[in-house]
């Protein structure tokens, strides 16, 4: 594919790349939909359910001289973790887990203590016993304890139109609570008020990375039942320990969060934070660009991204998007049980074309399947060559010198760029003599076809919920049931063992080599998958903010804890 016909695809793109996020089966929507449309704002009424457009005034101060002024293009839907795998940024500013991911200048992240100061694990990586601080106390002054923690698990495991079950899934117990044969959570036991001991049903090595996912984040247990379906939807009873209280939400205009001054790590610098819900883009710009945001998310803006480049090069703060956009193939279709097919399909496609026409080349071309700034990275791996003679060569030799016909299925609630990203991928298959018809299918469609294990080719990206290599390579070749519902159907099961197995070594360095190998044989060796690039995200701050910092997997919820402004 020409790289003028990509450009001239690219501008008449949307905006962004929907998002499928990780956690286990759940998906994550953490980029932005420039899709969104406004709904009728019911104004600061009592009440607090979105879908009566309804808002809970709360308990926001008259005077919010010296709130930083946020924005995002959609409301949120709930502030409860256990019900949303995508609605995050008040999450992640009201609520604390038990331990958290620390990133410093390199780069390089590590788990930090948080609500638990510190912990030991058992020799063979059954037993984990966390001692907790005895010095936090939860935004309504309550005491922070150990039985919180428990009920927060088991809340997690049974709440009604709960999500994100599948971070408690190696912890004894859990499926029996889920599945109704228990009620109480075997895994989990309370030691004395501050010490928490937690069993595994087998060891697995990235836990404590699982634990800093913000489905994790821990509740006031008196404070959370007693609000009842109301927690997450009223401010004044969605109650945490984090930086910042819950204090004001009206539907389809703005969220507001207040300092929490009795906040165990130390008040954070801001009095407070207000989110104004703008879906669009073109009033985001105008609004930050006088001096009314904070901060813009260039994700929203990707048409003015240049721009802002240019403008406002010392007010650019860029990091990782820890994820992966990749393109599968499905080993049941034909003629894809066939390895020079597979190897031609990924060397027919010109992953760098499609990076620089839809997103300037902010990002990279990834070669496996763990993205950029993940854990376990690796690049020096075996690198896959844009060859579309060498893929003609190879269907030749399969016996598809004439081509064949496959499948790319779209999703109709996807953005257009994803449907942009299909085209050049047509477009370029075409040229190696394959023709990929583009199927649409309405979103419930799409996704239970997949599920069955029936669905053709598609382009996705799956954003890390936790920082460790488990996180993608169990979720879709970690089973024959995984493998499945992703509609890849790989069928080396011996494969498959070993990647679940790799969840339980202990040895950091020898799980990491075996994560790494297990890359090697499934993308170049087996071509079972098609990394396409990972992107660099990028935000516009105004002159007076200090200390802003990207989120360590760079989605667009933020956490406002070390922000400060000037005079």
Known sequence: MKKSLSLALAATMALSLAVTGCGGSNGNANSPDTNTTPADNGGQQTGGNPENGGGIAGTVPDDTTGFFLSVKNADIQTADVQKTTKDYEIPMNIFDRLVDIEVDSQGTSRIVPSLAEDWEISSDGLEYTFHLRQDVKFQNGNDFTAEDVLYTFKRLLTVEGGVNTEL?????????????????????????????????????????????????????????????DQFGMDPSVTIGTGPFSFAGWSFNDQLVLVRNENYWKGAPALPGVIIKIIPDTETQTMMFENGELDIIDLDFVTDATDRFLETYPD?????????????????????????????????????????????????????????????????????????PEGAKALLAEAGYGDGFTMELAADSSSSDTVTMVLEIVKEQLAAVGIEANIKNYDESTWLETRKSGELGSFVSTWTADFNDPENFIYTFFGNEEKTRIRSINYPDTEVMARVGAARGIVNEDERLAEYRALEEKLVHEDAAWIPMYSRTHLWAVSPRVQDFKPVWSGVSDLVYYSVSLSE
């Open 315 to 387: 007010q650019i703060v860029s990091g990782p998007r820890v994820g992966i956009t990749y393109l599968t193939m499905n080993f049941n279709i034909e003629p894809f049980q066939d390895l020079n097919v597979r190897k031609a399909v990924q060397m027919a496609i010109d992953r760098q074309a499609i990076l620089d026409a839809l997103y300037g080349g902010r990002g990279q071309v990834e070669q496996g399947i763990y993205p950029f700034g993940l854990i376990g990275y690796n690049d020096s791996q075996t690198k896959i060559s844009y060859d």
């Open 168 to 228: 408690l899934d190696q912890v004894k117990g859990a499926a029996e609570v889920i599945n109704g044969s228990a009620e109480e959570l075997e895994g989990v036991e309370q030691l004395d008020d501050y010490t928490v001991k937690i069993t595994l049903t087998e060891p697995f090595a990235a836990f404590l990375s699982c634990l800093t996912a913000p489905g994790l984040s821990i509740f006031d247990s008196e404070a959370t039942e007693a609000a009842g």
